[in-house]
C-alpha cells in the first residue's frame, strides 16, 4: 500500500530582545541559575507583567516578512498548567486574537515553487528549563529562560515530504535573521519545531490521526525524526492497528521516538483572556512604519543578484541564504566592485576555510572589506591568485589586513621584468636536460621549468608572465 | 448545564486541588449556583455588544525593552521549599 504524509510545523523563535517579554530582566544566553530573575517572571504573588513594546515591534515586523495580515486588535490569553518549568501556573499566550494571520513562505524542492501557508503568529513567553539531578534524583529549575519573549509560527498542514520541511525552516530562519528579530541559533534552542505528521493511504482523502513530535533542534535531526515517524505510522497501519493522537519524543541518538506520558486532561489549558495585560492597538501607521524598515528580503536580494550581477542561481541561493554572507558579500562588493570574484571567493575559499575549521557563517570574523582589498590586489597584480588564498587563510583565522601582512611578510609580486628575466636564465642553464628535452618535443617539461622559476622567486611572480619570459628564453636556444 | 461529580473531580483534578467528601459537595453546590447566575446573564440580548476582555479603556501600556538590575537570587530563592546549587529543587519530572 502506498502512503502520503502530510505535516505542519509550529515552529518557536525566541526574540532578540534584550529582556524578557513582561520584566526588564535581561535574555542574555547562559548566565548562572537564576541570576536572570525576578518577582515577575518567577510568579511572585502580587506582581504585574508590563509588556515590552520591542517585542510587539518584531511580532510585527515578522509577520510582515511572511505575508501575515496584522492584526491590530491584540489581547492576551491564559493558557493553563501545572508544571514547574511555569512558576505562575499558565503561560501568557494569544489563543483568540494572534497577531498575525494568514502568510505563506514560499520554498523551493527539486525545481519544483510552493508556498507554504502560515496560518498564525502569535506573541508568548517561554518557560523555565528542568535539569535533572540524578545525584538527588529529583529535578532542578532555572528560571533564567522564563518570560523571554518567543513567537509561535504555526503551518497549515501543507508539507508532503521531509524535504519541504527543511525547506521551509532553512527560508524561515534566513528571514528572522535577515529581519533581525531572532539570532535562530538551534543549538541555544532560541529556534525550535515541533512537527504534526500524519499519514494516510493513497486516494483517502481525510488526513490520517496525528502525531506531535517536540523541540526537536536540528535540521538532520527533524529530517531524521521524519522519517523515522511516517515509518512507524505506516508499519501500525499496515499491521490493522490504529496510530494514537499523542506527543512523542524524538531520540536522535537511538534513531526512534517513544510516547511521552499522557497525562489525563493534558490538553485542557482552560485558557481565558489575560486579566493582567490591556489590549494592543496596532495603527495603520504603526504598521506602515515598520514596513518602511524592512530590509531586502531573502528571495528579493536573490533575484537582484542573478539580474544584477549575473551571477549563478546555485551560488546565490548559498549566499542570499545567510545574512552573514550576505554581509561578506555586499561588503567586498562596496570596495572591489567585482561582484562574479566576491562570489567566487565566497563559493571557494571563504566556504571551504568555515568547513574546515568548523566555523558557522555567523562566527566568521574578518571584516569583509578586506576580502574586497584582496581582491583588488590580485586584480592590480601586487599578488597572484597563490599568494591571495595564503593571505585569505590568515585573514580567516587572525583577521589580518591583507595589505599590511602582505607588505610586512614581503609577498608582493616580482613586478620588474629583469628581476624574473634573471632567474628564468639561471634556470635555463642549470637544467641542461630539461631544456634538451623541450627542445626534443616534450612540451610537459616546460611545467617543470616554470616551476623552478616560480620556486626561486618564491612564488611571488605573475605566473602568465613567468610563461612568457621562459618561452622566449627557450626559443633564443 | 449543571455540574455533577464526574465534573467535580475533573476540575479539582485540573486545579490540583484534594477535596474531602463534604468539601466536594459544597463546591458543587457553589459551582451550580455560579452557573445558575450565568444562565441568568445568559437571558440578557447581548448581540448588539462586542466582547470585552477588560473593564477599563486603557490600550497599548508598553516597556521600554532596557535591562534593569534582576533580583538577587538568595531572595529569590528564599521562600522556596527546597533548593539545591541556585536552582530550585522539585520533584522529579523527568520520565
Known sequence: MEFLTTMGLEVHCELSTKTKIFCSCSTEFGGEPNTHVCEVCTGMPGSLPVL????????????????????????????????????????????????????????????????????????????????????????????????????????????????????????LKSILQYIDVS???????????DVNLSVRPVGQTELGTRTEMKNINSFKAIARAIEGERKRQI?????????????????????????????????????????????????????????????????????RYISEYGLPEYDVDIITGSKFLVKIFEKALEVCGEPKEVSNWIMG???????????????????????????????????????????????FTDNVDPEKYIKDNGLEMVTDDGAVLAVVKAVIEANPKAVAEFKGGSAKVKGFIVGQCMKQLKGKADPSVVNKIILEELDKI | MLINDEMI?????????????????SAKNEINKIIDYMDTLNQLDTSE??????????????????????????DI??????KKDGAFKVPKTFE
Not at chain 1, 183 to 193: F, I, V
Not at chain 1, 251 to 261: C, I, T
Not at chain 1, 271 to 283: K, T
Open chain 2, 49 to 74: 455588544i462586542e466582547a470585552m476582555s477588560h473593564a477599563f479603556p486603557v490600550k497599548n501600556v508598553f516597556r521600554k525593552d532596557e535591562v534593569m538590575p534582576s533580583k538577587d537570587r538568595d
Open chain 1, 235 to 303: 508499519e501500525v497501519i499496515t499491521e490493522g492497528k490504529k496510530v494514537v493522537q499523542e506527543t512523542r519524543r524524538w531520540d536522535d541518538n537511538k534513531g526512534a521516538s517513544y510516547a511521552m506520558r499522557s497525562k489525563e486532561n493534558a490538553q485542557d489549558y482552560r485558557y481565558f483572556p489575560e486579566p493582567d495585560l490591556v489590549p494592543i492597538e496596532i495603527s495603520d501607521e504603526w504598521i506602515e512604519r515598520v514596513r518602511q524598515s524592512l530590509p531586502e528580503l531573502p528571495t528579493e536580494k536573490k533575484e
Open chain 1, 349 to 395: 575559499e571563504v566556504l571551504r576555510m568555515a568547513s574546515e575549521t568548523g566555523t558557522e557563517p555567523e562566527d566568521i570574523k574578518f571584516d569583509p572589506e578586506n576580502l574586497g582589498k584582496l581582491i583588488l590586489l590580485v586584480k592590480k597584480k601586487t599578488i597572484n591568485r597563490n599568494t591571495a588564498k595564503e593571505v585569505f587563510e590568515k585573514m
Open chain 2, 77 to 82: 530563592l528564599l521562600n522556596a521549599p527546597d
Open chain 2, 9 to 25: 473531580d475533573y476540575i479539582s483534578e485540573l486545579a490540583r486541588l484534594k477535596l474531602r467528601d463534604d468539601e466536594r459537595e
Open chain 1, 183 to 193: 539570532d535562530c541559533k538551534m543549538e541555544q534552542g532560541s529556534l525550535r519545531a
Open chain 1, 52 to 171: 515590552n513594546e520591542q517585542v510587539v515591534e518584531y511580532a510585527i515586523r515578522t509577520g510582515l516578512a511572511t505575508n501575515c495580515t496584522i492584526t491590530q486588535y491584540n489581547k492576551f490569553d491564559r493558557k493553563n498548567y501545572f508544571y514547574p518549568d511555569l512558576p505562575k501556573a499558565y503561560q501568557v499566550s494569544q489563543l483568540y486574537l494572534p497577531i498575525c494571520q494568514n502568510g505563506h513562505i514560499d520554498i523551493e524542492v527539486n525545481g519544483v515553487k510552493k508556498a507554504i501557508r502560515i496560518k498564525e503568529i502569535h506573541m508568548e513567553e517561554d518557560a523555565g528549563k528542568l535539569i535533572h539531578d540524578p545525584w538527588d534524583d529529583c529535578t532542578l529549575v532555572d528560571y533564567n529562560r522564563c518570560g523571554v519573549p518567543l513567537l509561535e509560527i504555526v503551518s497549515e498542514p501543507d508539507f508532503e515530504s521531509g524535504e519541504e520541511v527543511i525547506a521551509y525552516l532553512t527560508k
